[in-house]
Nanobody, 119 residues
Framework: VHLVESGGGLVQAGGSLRLSCAASGDTFRINAMGWYRQAPGKQRELVADIISGGGTPNYADSVKGRFTISRDNAKNTMYLQMNSLKPEGTAVYFC?????????????WGQGTQVPVSS
């Protein structure tokens, strides 16, 4: 499974941005998808994730009420709507998918998209 993010870019604090993650390849093997972010000098952290087939999305406490994760299965695309962005949200945002592989699973990652938030 190949993942490509888009939609990043400079945004002012308080603004909004929508990230997209297009999946290709054996997308029927995807069990779950999610967004992670990595700020400069910090570890990569989970932002939100969602399992295939529906269910309640999971969000990091720091983004609850401001970010929304969604999927369009017909387009094999996942989105992250980010509202009320804060300067501490400045990071590279990565798309990831948990993919069934044989008897196990593997993680597929996109290349990341930069989101600088100016104060």
């Amino acid at each position: 499974v190949h993942l490509v993010e888009s939609g990043g870019g400079l945004v002012q604090a308080g603004g909004s941005l929508r990230l997209s993650c297009a999946a290709s390849g054996d997308t029927f093997r995807i069990n779950a998808m999610g967004w992670y972010r990595q700020a400069p000098g910090k570890q990569r952290e989970l932002v939100a994730d969602i399992i295939s087939g529906g269910g309640t999305p999971n969000y990091a406490d720091s983004v609850k009420g401001r970010f929304t994760i969604s999927r369009d299965n017909a387009k094999n695309t996942m989105y992250l709507q980010m509202n009320s962005l804060k300067p501490e949200g400045t990071a590279v945002y990565f798309c990831t998918a948990i993919v069934r592989a044989g008897l196990g699973f593997l993680n597929s990652w996109g290349q990341g998209t930069q989101v600088p938030v100016s104060s």
